[in-house]
């Protein structure tokens, strides 16, 4: 059995119940379940239709997320979270590389690492090394004026820790960012680089091993270890080229808003959603939502 969900942008909120009745219709679908009148609608089928995939791109085009999964343990009971560009709205690095005078070049840098043309690590140590001298103050000082939360992180780690799951951040970036990220939003843990400093002035360097694709692969093997679940169990979520180790190995892996090479890779897609999406996505309804 599969399930399929239909999806809008919580601030739009234009999902016509006749476009998804008419593709549960032409899809043999079980009855609809809204799970939030005007932005999430499912219903189940027995087969995978051959031409999701068309329909998955004539909506994305409208304005609508489709995504299909096997019904059987939609639900997860880890979720593992990048930060930058997915529970927050920016990427730190190119924040604090405004502050120190070199934001277009990194910001550069930094989309093509994303997008899988570059190296992470090298191109981390590279971004890193344009911030030396800078004030090891300014970080929090960007936190606070310049980082803003993506909307639906509270309610999408609050709820799934209601209902007995666990929440790690694990992130690229650093920790001076992950960890206030990380209590805010209510995660268990984060794990992320750390940027060296010395006399209240960074180096230009960070802490080695990097954190890159692969540590995140290594901790969602090390928190599912730890829970004494299989990686069945989880639900991933990012959108650079360094998180889809961990969303390919994670039973449900989501690219959210997606660098296009990433999107490509990973088969459930949110380019138009909130975090919420991913509770829709596990078949909770709005009304289940435990707000953080």
């Known amino acids: 059995m599969f ?3 239909i999806l809008a942008a919580p601030t739009r909120a234009d999902l016509p119940p006749t476009l998804v009745e008419g593709l549960r219709n032409d899809w043999g ?3 609809v379940n ?3 009148d005007s932005v999430a609608a499912e219903f189940d089928l027995t087969a995978e239709p051959a031409d999701f995939w068309q329909i998955w791109a004539r909506l994305k ?3 609508f997320d489709l995504a299909i999964q096997p019904s059987d343990g939609r639900r997860k009971t880890i979720l593992l979270a990048d930060m930058d560009s997915t529970m927050i709205q920016q990427e730190c690095i190119d924040e604090l590389a405004e502050v120190a005078g070199v934001g277009a070049h990194v910001a550069n840098i930094t989309a093509r690492a994303m997008n899988g043309e570059l190296d992470f690590n090298e191109a981390l140590i590279a971004r890193v090394g344009l911030l030396k001298g800078l004030d090891d103050t300014v970080a929090r000082q960007v936190l606070d004026s310049r980082i803003t939360l993506t909307p639906g992180g509270r309610e999408l780690i609050a709820t799934m820790r209601a209902n007995g799951g666990y929440a790690m951040l694990v992130s690229g970036g650093f920790t001076v960012f992950t960890g206030p990220v990380s209590q805010m939003l209510g995660f268990d843990e984060n794990r992320a680089n750390v940027l060296l400093s010395e006399n209240g002035l960074l180096t230009g360097e960070v802490a080695m091993p990097i954190l890159g694709r692969e540590a995140k692969v290594q901790a969602l093997l090390d928190v599912t270890a730890r829970r004494g679940v299989t990686p069945k169990e989880v639900m991933a979520v990012g959108d650079g080229a360094n998180d889809l180790g961990m969303l390919q190995l994670a039973g449900s892996g989501v690219a959210l808003h ?4 990433v999107a490509a890779q990973v088969p459930l897609r949110i380019n138009h959603g909130d975090l919420t999406a991913l509770l829709y996505l596990q078949g909770y309804a709005a009304r289940d939502f435990v707000t953080g």
């Open 61 to 63: 085009d409208q304005g």
């Open 34 to 36: 809204w799970l939030k």
């Open 258 to 261: 997606a660098k296009p090479s």
């Open 3 to 5: 399930t399929v969900t």
């Open 29 to 31: 679908g079980s009855p």
